[in-house]
């Protein structure tokens, strides 16, 4: 793997921890979601780190070139990534649509109190 994809998936991975830490501690992103993207990061950090171990699998999968592999790494991760967020945001939506039918119930009981 050359030195500058090496260097630049160093660089991404520490942008990504950086910068999740960052949410983390302004109260943007809860805990749960963090470790998704720590995961993420330290992937990529393990990419940049070990490009020789990561090159023989490369080399197993049949790539030709190593910036293939890591290029093909990072959309699996992200495939996956969205996957998970996808199940977050069903499983929001799933609680929005129970507090709003209690809320409703609420309201309706409320109404037939005060009558």
Do not use: H
């Amino acid at each position: 793997m050359s030195i500058n994809l090496t260097i630049a998936l160093l660089v991404v991975a520490l942008f990504i921890i950086l910068l999740t830490t960052y949410f983390l501690k302004k109260g943007r992103i809860p805990e749960k979601y963090s470790l998704l993207w720590y995961c993420f990061g330290l992937i990529i950090l393990l990419v940049g780190i070990f490009p020789d171990f990561f090159g023989n699998i490369s080399e197993k999968f049949g790539f030709e070139v190593m910036s293939n592999f890591v290029i093909g790494i990072i959309v699996g991760i992200l495939i996956l990534l969205t996957m998970a967020l996808t199940i977050i945001i069903a499983g929001q939506k799933k609680k929005t649509t129970l507090l709003i039918q209690e809320v409703s119930i609420l309201r309706s009981e409320i109404k037939n109190e005060k009558k």
